[in-house]
Each structure stands twice: as structure tokens, then as C-alpha cells.
């Protein structure tokens, strides 16, 4: 194991009574990262995080923490911490009785001392000797993730945080995560079914589809250069054509091209979606969408030319 | 609103009648002379309430108290675990829960026999014992304060696992598991989440089992015997033998207020009872 890897996954499978829930998965996530798991909902993204974790244990494979083989050992002898997707904060205990909770075996000023500081991370000094129920939402996942990284653990798994918030408060709060990763420089194992936001936190993106690791890779290396279909598809909207993929803003409308012609328009504020059908040639009749600036009207029925630069186009 | 007042009529009607009115009649008992045949008389009289002070009855008032919080506490140990097992057990829950309250469909009355046949001198436990020749002489099994609690642990602990099943189960999962990610051994996750989550439904159990057991009378006298008076024993005989129906009023009025302040001080702040 390299030391620049903190976290490695070796042919890691998981079998439920009735289905494989993860297959084959090898997986090296190096240190200080932020590194997210991205797929649909039952692609076994939580099943590897519980299996980190120690809530699972594989079928198959190991899993190695710091050069350390972790898997056979129980969730309280492993240096991750979770937070999960509900947050689990302890009800009867305040947001200091919660953030404390792992720190029994320091000693009590240490502890203290700690507690401050992560509380003052969080923003959340003031609402020290409050109860979980008297806190609002982000208050919360700020209190699930104070009580992890007081831990400083190698390695911080987070399952879906922001699906809890929010749309709004969501899109603030994947800054604030990101901020508080690079701050602490505690590894961040993300996982996630939301692209964006594997798109704009991630230093890597390993996505994964029915169990099995489709791609790994930069944010823009998983999405401009996807190695497999539903990676294409799954990452943003994909035209195909003739079996080669262009992303709807990579298409551009213009005097000359392949002709077209509009069949909807939608304005969406900042940009305009337009959806086409070739008319010519053998590509006849192939649905082709495009995001134009909104300024620019088109409408329905109206002849039009597409065409886009080569170096975008996607082939799987 | 008038619906509900239709519907709620019946019920506060048969509370008023069977509840209140008996109690009425225990209060003004208690405050009138004995009659020679049983019954009461008149003139008023306080004096059945300063008996009460006599060291005699303050011994069968430790006693009962004594025995109905050893066998509350001896449901408590035994029930935990039990309610545990039964919330974590999935589809089986049910069977499970049907089981705890099998002994219901049996009289509490005829189960209490079964215990006497089982554990007196010729009884099937001795007889076994001395077949085998383990013992000689049978062992004195029945008359003392531990048959009496195990009587009463036997009988009451549905009471007890019921309540602490309906708490465990509505226990969120996800709050063992962060305790076990935040370090915390299966022992220290019991006390510091299991535990505290729990107390709601530990205290119902407890007030469940504790109350009944200390105005029981029946478990103390088949199993108990004339060795081990409690204060339901104390009352039946103040309205059979003794035939002093005001002392035996006053008694109970007694054996109430005590459990009544227990409860209140068992009631945390802001927190309803049970």
C-alpha cells in the first residue's frame, strides 16, 4: 500500500440474501483528498461506506486503513469516522455532550480544549448546551460533523450529508464542506447520487453503477472524458449520435451544420434548453439537445443548423 | 365537540362509578368505630389513622415495600434483555410478543396453585430431587419471601418487558451504530445511549410492576403463607377475620398515599407519567 494511499479497498464484494450489493471493488483513496462515490440510489455506494465503517463486513476482499487490515475489526476499533445521512445525533445529550462523546479516553482539559475549537469550526460555540431538537437542520449536520472530526480520523465517511437540507441551504453548504475538508485536511470519503455536487466538490469522482466501479477519475476527467455509457449519461445530459456523445452545451446553433429543426424550447433564466430533430442523411429523425444563451430566441418549427468541435465529442 | 363528549360519557361515567365512589366509600369508612360484627357504626373517629403509627404495621409496610422493589428490580434485569432480544428480532417479533402474554390466557389464580404444586414438600421439584437422591428431606421451597418474589417476578414481568420492548423498538438503529463509530464498546453504547434512550420506557415498566406488587395478596398468601403478611394480607384480614372494616379502610388509604408520592417523585420534571 502506498504511503500517499490512506484508504484502500481490495476486491471488496458484498452479498445480501438476494442480491451481489458490490462486486469486485478495488479502490485507493489517497490522503487529504476529497474524494466522492457517486451512483444511484442501491448502486452499493453506503454498502462500501458501512463496510469501511465496520456496520457491514465484505463477503469477500479486504479493506486497509494506513497499511493496517481493518475489516475484520469491530466500527469502535477503527480510526473513521461517519456521518450519517440522518445524523444520528444522541437526543438526550446537548451539541457538547454529542461532540464529547468520542473523546472518554482523553484526558478532560485536552478534551475540552478540542471540543472548543471544533465547535468554533463549526460555528456552533453559541448553541454549545443546546439539544439536537432545538436545532435547525444545518445546525445539525454542522453537530454530526463536529463530532467526527473532533476524532481527527484518518479517514471521514460521509453518507449523503446535504440530502437532509434544503436545496438552498444545500448548494452553501457544499462550500462550507469543502472549506472545512481543505482547513482540517482530514481525508473525505463523500457519497452522493447528486452529480453536482460530486462535480464541484471532489479532488476524485469514482463512479459506480449495480455494484461494480464504472470509472475513476478528476470531476473533469469523469465527465469530459467518460469511459463507459452510463458513465456519459449519468454525469449530465448526453446527445447520441451515431454512437458518439455531445453534451448539450458543447452543440452550438449556426448558419451552417446539420440541419435541424426546433421542436421545444425551454427557458431557464440563465440559458435557453432547445430540443431538435435532424431532418437529413442518415442521422434522420435522431432527437439532439442544446443549451443556447437565453438571449437568443428560437421556436418551435423552425429550421435551424447544429453542429459542434470535434475534440467534443465522447466516444465510449 | 358534541360527538366527542357522546363518546366520552360512557367511559367517564363507569370511571365516576367504579372509581370514585368506592374510594368515597374508603375514605368514609376509614374515619368511622369498627361495628362488633364487621360493618361500621358511628361516632367519627381519627383514631383508626393513628394505629396506623404502631411499629407492627410499619414492619409489614417495609416488608411490602421491600419485596414489591426487590421484585421490580428482579423484572427489570430479567425483562431488559428479553425486550432486547425480542425488538431485535425481526419478523419473529410477533410470535415472540404472543409468547410474553401466553400466561394471560391462563387465570393468575391457577398459575399461582401450579407454583404450590410444583414446590411443596410432596411437590413435583422435591419429589424429583429426592428420586434422584440429591436430597433426603424436602426442602422447605414454599412459605418464605423468596417464593414470594419469585411469584411475583413470574407474574408481573410481561408488565415490565412490555413497555420496555414498545422503547427498544422505536429505538433508532443508527444511533448504536454512531456509538459504536465513535468509539464506544457494545458495554459503554448500553449505558450512555441504550440506557438513557430507555428511561422513558424503564419507568413505566417499573411503575407497572411495583404498584401491583405492593397491594398483592394474593401471591403472598398461597405462596407466602401466614409467615409472610404484606399489606394486602393485612387489609383482606381486616375486612374478613379481624372484622375491623374502618382499620383495614384506613390501611389502604395509606398503602395509596405512599405509592402515590413514590410515583410523583418518580415522575421526572416536564414529563408525563407513564
Redesign the interface.
Known amino acids: 500500500m502506498p504511503p500517499e494511499t490512506v484508504l484502500q479497498l481490495r476486491d471488496v464484494s458484498k452479498d445480501f440474501a438476494t442480491q451481489r450489493a458490490v462486486a469486485d471493488v478495488s479502490l485507493d483513496i489517497p490522503r487529504g483528498a476529497f474524494f466522492s462515490l457517486l451512483g444511484p440510489s442501491g448502486c452499493g455506494k453506503t454498502t462500501i461506506l458501512r463496510m469501511i465503517?465496520?456496520?457491514e463486513t465484505p463477503t469477500s476482499g479486504e479493506v486497509w486503513l494506513n497499511g493496517q487490515r481493518i475489516d475484520p475489526l469491530?466500527?469502535?476499533q477503527r480510526n473513521?469516522?461517519?456521518v450519517?445521512q440522518?445524523y444520528?445525533?444522541?437526543?438526550?445529550l446537548t451539541v457538547q455532550g454529542n461532540v464529547e462523546?468520542?473523546l472518554?479516553?482523553n484526558r478532560v482539559a485536552e478534551a475540552e480544549k478540542r471540543v472548543r475549537e471544533v465547535l468554533q469550526q463549526v460555528r456552533l460555540e453559541a448553541k454549545a448546551s443546546r439539544r439536537p431538537s432545538e436545532l435547525s437542520g444545518g445546525e445539525r449536520q454542522r453537530v454530526a460533523l463536529a463530532?467526527?472530526i473532533v476524532?481527527q480520523p484518518d479517514v471521514l465517511l460521509l453518507d449523503e450529508p446535504l440530502s437532509a437540507l434544503d436545496p438552498q441551504l444545500r448548494k452553501q453548504v457544499r462550500g462550507e464542506l469543502r472549506d472545512l475538508q481543505r482547513r482540517v485536511g482530514v481525508t473525505f470519503l463523500f457519497v452522493t447520487h447528486d452529480q453536482e455536487e460530486a462535480l464541484s466538490m471532489s479532488d476524485q469522482i469514482a463512479v459506480m453503477n449495480a455494484g461494480a466501479l464504472e470509472q475513476v477519475g478528476t470531476p473533469r476527467e469523469v465527465y469530459a472524458r467518460p469511459r463507459t455509457r452510463f458513465v456519459a449519461d449519468f454525469l449530465g445530459a448526453m446527445n447520441w449520435i451515431d454512437g458518439i456523445g455531445v453534451r448539450p452545451e458543447a452543440v452550438s446553433i449556426c448558419p451552417q451544420g446539420r440541419k435541424a429543426v426546433v421542436t421545444g424550447v425551454t427557458y431557464l433564466g440563465s440559458f435557453c434548453h432547445v430540443a431538435m430533430t435532424l431532418v437529413n442523411g442518415e442521422d434522420g429523425g435522431e432527437t439532439i439537445h442544446a443549451q443556447v444563451a437565453s438571449g437568443d430566441a428560437f421556436t418551435a418549427g423552425q429550421a435551424v443548423c447544429v453542429t459542434w468541435n470535434r475534440e467534443d465529442e465522447v466516444r465510449v | 365537540m358534541r360527538l366527542r363528549n357522546a363518546f366520552l360519557a360512557p367511559t367517564a361515567i363507569l370511571m365516576a362509578v367504579t372509581m370514585l365512589a368506592p374510594l368515597a366509600i374508603i375514605v368514609v369508612y376509614s374515619l368511622l368505630t369498627r361495628g362488633a360484627y364487621g360493618g361500621v357504626e358511628l361516632p367519627w373517629t381519627l383514631e383508626n389513622f393513628t394505629r396506623l403509627w404502631d411499629p407492627v404495621y410499619g414492619v409489614i409496610f417495609v416488608r411490602s415495600f421491600w419485596i414489591a422493589a426487590v421484585s421490580t428490580a428482579l423484572c427489570l434485569i430479567l425483562g431488559f434483555p428479553l425486550a432486547m432480544f425480542i425488538a431485535r428480532s425481526g419478523p419473529r417479533k410477533n410470535l415472540y410478543l404472543s409468547l410474553v402474554i401466553l400466561p394471560f390466557w391462563t387465570s393468575f389464580l391457577i398459575r399461582t396453585y401450579a407454583w404450590m404444586f410444583l414446590l411443596r414438600d410432596t411437590g413435583i421439584v422435591n419429589s424429583a430431587l429426592q428420586g434422584l437422591g440429591i436430597i433426603r428431606e424436602p426442602l422447605a421451597l414454599l412459605y418464605n419471601d423468596g417464593v414470594v418474589i419469585l411469584g411475583l417476578v413470574y407474574g408481573f414481568l410481561p408488565f415490565m418487558v412490555l413497555p420496555l420492548y414498545a422503547t427498544l423498538e422505536r429505538l433508532d438503529p443508527s444511533l448504536l451504530e454512531a456509538a459504536a463509530d465513535l468509539g464506544a464498546r457494545p458495554r459503554d453504547t448500553l449505558v450512555r445511549v441504550t440506557l438513557p434512550l430507555c428511561a422513558p420506557g424503564i419507568r413505566a415498566g417499573a411503575i407497572l410492576v411495583f404498584v401491583p406488587c405492593l397491594g398483592t395478596y394474593l401471591t403472598s398468601d398461597l405462596l407466602g403463607g401466614s409467615k409472610t403478611v404484606l399489606i394486602g394480607n393485612l387489609v383482606q384480614n381486616q375486612f374478613t377475620a379481624s372484622r375491623d372494616w374502618p382499620f383495614g379502610a384506613a390501611l389502604s388509604l395509606a398503602l395509596m398515599a405512599i405509592a402515590m408520592i413514590l410515583l410523583f417523585a418518580a415522575r421526572r420534571r416536564g414529563e408525563e407519567l407513564l
Open positions: 465503517a465496520g456496520f469491530p466500527p469502535y473513521v469516522n461517519t450519517f440522518s444520528a445525533l444522541f437526543p438526550h462523546f468520542g472518554r479516553r463530532r467526527a476524532l
